[in-house]
């Protein structure tokens, strides 16, 4: 029944879409920020590594985060830089404009879990709430956006594209 109002819900589409260019607004300055102020996430990494959220008895409660982050993200310290500056840009502007909007609320909610396994809380649960609903929704909530165009644009290149497949199989 929820689904069906996300999905097909056309006073819904309008209230996600001003929530997505709200998140999207956010996520798009952030991402400007880090780009045009030479970003570092070394810090960040190396702080998450030395003290990560621990439970009631002092021990590590996401111990494969913390591992992943000393031996893989800490050491590509610049390349995690770059994936996260432009990630919130390219997300943003996802949202914004409504194009690819499903696939931006997922990196959304991805990146948004990352900064909280990493130990920093900030407006990340609201953002989450917010990036799933917009991702429940998927077509309706890029619908007033630029999927209303796209989408349905790469549904026929894919089709054409497996119809065309499928033909050469068979001769």
């Known amino acids: 029944m929820i689904g069906k109002l996300l999905r097909e819900n056309n006073i819904v589409a309008v ?3 001003v929530v997505r260019i709200y998140l999207g607004w956010a996520w798009m300055t952030a991402g400007w920020g880090k780009i045009t102020g ?3 996430a070394s810090g960040f990494l190396k702080g998450a590594v030395a003290n990560p959220v621990t439970g009631p008895d002092g021990s590590a409660v996401y111990s494969g985060w ?3 982050l000393d031996s893989f993200a800490v050491p590509n310290a610049g390349l995690f830089s770059t994936l996260v500056a432009w990630g919130e840009l390219l997300v943003g502007l996802g949202l914004i404009l409504g194009c690819l909007t499903t696939a931006a609320a997922f990196f959304a909610l991805v990146m948004n879990f990352s900064f909280m396994l990493s130990g920093t809380v900030s407006h990340n649960p609201t953002d989450i709430i917010m ?3 917009i991702a429940a929704a998927g077509y309706n909530a890029g619908k007033y ?3 209303r165009y796209v989408l349905p644009y790469l549904r026929k290149v894919m089709n054409k594209d497996k ?3 499928s033909h050469t199989i068979s001769t």
């Open 145 to 147: 956006g630029l999927d």
């Open 15 to 17: 209230i996600l879409t």
């Open 163 to 165: 119809h065309e497949a």
């Open 131 to 133: 990036g799933v609903f």
């Open 38 to 40: 030479g970003f570092d």
């Open 66 to 68: 913390v591992t992943f």
